[in-house]
């Protein structure tokens, strides 16, 4: 962050060199304080990371503190419970996400099929995104209460026998993947729906035209006009998906044994249960490393497939490409 | 939409039956909409009505659907109990970290927008660090504060908040601020205005939505975030999400209580969803059309 990749163009008469230094002046002035709250804050506890990673560092125990090189690293390539809670956030990433993506998918298409009162409906279908993930957790865990909750007494009067859902070693794992998915499904769907909102009426008139049905037009055009929005919406699923703690902390606490775990849920407990601070360290560095290398591979996949919005930058569109004159009220 | 418009060679009484189908398609789509909605907002709904459930009928099984004797109660009890607390708490440092977020955020953002390019390195590398999950930073922010002695302080966790929102902010303001047009600002400056007055007078009423948005978000995240505040806070600091975390796991709940807290949680974040969702349809409507 010390050189400034200057690559906009200044003001338009700003060929004088007095002009331009006190751009620069002013580029200074303007960035600075950011730039070093941001730079100290990432940096500072970012080194206090590194050396916890590479040292026997732990919080309980006043032994010396001793370099230990890659040790953490390589002890947790042969702990299980690292592999396992690797599982669990990959099926977080690659079952919970893709599931989101099919789901947001038929909302969307549901929703674009109405035109009076989408907005309304959209608010109303972005409300579990909105609130805190520990009320999400714990209106779910009332829910799924096995004897108090709605949802077992009504199984119950129609004749099943429901699991304890939370609290089944089976049964815990996929419910955390459907609280999740239903927190965020609501997210892709908003993507979807700009989407499919981006696509010219005269398009699939066309389409109609050349007398393709409504699933062709559907499978050989509106899919693949999409898909820089899926793209889109995966990337950004996935880095968070990383982040799932809240719901895991609230509802399984990990448990039943390990079986909820991931990553994070791992890396507190070791950090913050067992104050192992080197070893949580190291998971910290090894999940950066992991979630870097995924988006990196995600982008570059979608970049091969299409030449769309996801292209030309090197994060997707998302919410920066806002613009404000729709803001001011102006329609599309 | 309508196809009767698009199909000219149709003749009157084909295209009514087509307005018909078409109408009745649509009133389909309207009951499905509602049936997915509803079965889509069931757990919250339970919450809310949970709320109002006297003690009494919090551990019935089967449970009653609606409350049979409805009540308050549970508002004042969650409110005594720590709820009120954690409002404050949670308030508090949410609308600090907010204000400085867009303090340090707006001269920044306007710096990018002006003399940077959209995409640029800079604007990249400020972003990504909003990436990052939580969990990592976290150890490095729990040693950095036991140092500086900023563990269990409302400083402490202001200052972790606006590192977390302050990426965003910039992002989100640097493309709002590149939406108005330079000529405004280079008119100002050939009247001769001063900075400040070209500051207040020009670019603040027009980024004014984009100042709402931007510290719109950073409010809602600030308010629901959990993970700093479970480990770098103790018994001082005591957020929301946090209150509730611990009546919820380390003492008997009381679901009426619960549910009565998480509403008034959640209550401010459902009215700014239909602002949220017209954000964020527009947004993501990039490419084709408009631009």
Redesign the interface.
């Known amino acids: 962050m010390t050189t400034i990749p200057v690559q906009g163009t200044a003001l338009p008469p700003a060929t004088k060199t007095s002009d331009n230094r006190r751009e620069r002046r002013a580029t200074l002035f303007l960035l600075g304080p950011a730039l070093t709250f941001l730079a100290v804050l990432s940096v500072w506890p970012f080194v206090y990371l590194i050396y916890a990673s590479f040292t026997s560092y732990q919080l309980a125990i006043p032994i010396p503190i001793e370099w230990v090189g890659v040790d953490n690293f390589t002890r947790m390539m042969t702990n299980p419970r690292f592999w396992s809670s690797l599982g669990i956030t990959g099926i977080f990433a690659l079952v919970a996400v893709p599931l989101q993506i099919v789901a947001g998918l038929s909302m969307a298409l549901l929703l674009n099929g109405v035109t009076r009162g989408r907005e309304f409906y959209a608010s109303l279908f972005l409300i579990p995104m909105m609130v805190a993930p520990i009320v999400v957790g714990f209106s779910w865990n009332l829910f799924l209460n096995p004897i108090y909750g709605p949802l077992n007494n009504l199984l119950k009067a129609i004749g099943f026998d429901p699991p304890a859902w939370a609290q089944s070693p089976d049964w815990a794992l996929p419910t955390l993947v459907v609280v999740d998915t239903w927190q965020w499904t609501p997210f892709v769907m908003i993507v979807l729906l700009a989407g499919l909102n981006s696509i010219p009426q005269r398009v699939y008139e066309a389409a109609r035209v050349d007398g393709s049905n409504r699933w062709q037009t559907f499978v050989h055009i509106v899919l693949p006009m999409l898909f820089p929005y899926m793209m889109v919406a995966f990337v950004l699923r996935f880095i968070d998906s990383f982040r799932v703690f809240d719901i895991i902390y609230i509802l399984t606490r990990g448990g039943p044994g390990t079986a909820t775990q991931n990553l994070a849920y791992y890396t507190y407990d070791m950090g913050f249960g067992r104050f192992e601070f080197s070893i949580a360290g190291a998971l910290s560095i090894i999940q950066l490393v992991l979630l870097t290398g995924g988006t990196m591979a995600i982008l570059s996949f979608a970049k091969s497939r299409e030449k769309g919005p996801v292209s030309d930058s090197p994060l997707p569109p998302t919410v920066f490409n806002a613009s404000a004159h729709t803001f001011q009220g102006e329609n599309p | ?1 309508t196809m009767s418009v ?1 199909t000219p060679y149709a003749d009157v009484s084909a295209a009514e039956n087509v307005t018909l189908a078409v109408r009745l ?2 009133v389909v ?2 009951v ?2 509602i049936m ?2 509803v079965l ?5 709904a ?2 809310l009505l ?1 709320a109002f459930k006297p003690y009494a009928e ?6 009653s ?1 609606l409350p049979i004797n409805g009540t308050l109660v549970n508002f004042t009890e969650g409110w005594a109990i720590g709820g009120g607390k954690g409002i404050g708490d949670s308030l508090f440092v949410a609308s600090i970290s907010t204000v400085l977020c867009l303090i ?2 707006y ?2 953002a ?3 927008a ?9 604007s ?4 990504s ?1 909003r ?14 504060f036991q140092e500086l002695s900023l563990f269990d302080t409302y400083t402490g966790l202001i ?2 908040y ?2 977390m929102n ?2 965003l902010v ?3 303001l640097a ?2 601020i ?3 047009p ?1 000529t405004y600002e ?1 008119a100002a400056r050939i009247d001769g205005a001063p900075w400040y007055r070209l500051f207040w007078d020009v670019l603040l009423p ?2 004014a ?2 100042i709402l ?1 931007a510290g719109i978000l950073a409010m ?1 995240f600030a ?2 975030e ?2 700093f505040a ?2 770098l806070t103790g018994e001082k600091v005591i957020t ?2 946090k209150a ?2 611990s009546f ?2 380390f003492q008997q ?1 009381n ?1 009426g209580q ?2 009565a807290i ?1 509403i008034v ?2 209550a401010p ?2 009215v ?3 602002y ?16």
């Open positions: 939409m698009s398609s649509v789509k309207h499905v909409l997915v909605l889509f907002l069931l757990p919250l339970w919450l949970t919090l551990f019935t099984s089967p449970p659907v340090l955020g001269p920044a306007y710096a990018l002006r003399w940077f390019s959209a995409h640029g390195q800079l990249f590398t400020i972003l660090l990436m990052m999950p939580p969990i990592v930073p976290v150890i490095g922010f729990y040693l950095l200052v972790v606006t590192f302050l990426p910039i992002w989100l493309e709002f590149r939406q108005i330079k280079e027009l980024s939505p984009g948005t809602i308010w629901n959990f993970l479970l480990v929301l999400p509730l975390a919820f796991l709940p679901w619960l549910g998480g949680a959640i974040l459902l700014l969803s239909y949220m969702q017209r954000f964020l349809i527009r947004s993501f409507s990039v490419g084709s059309g408009g631009r």
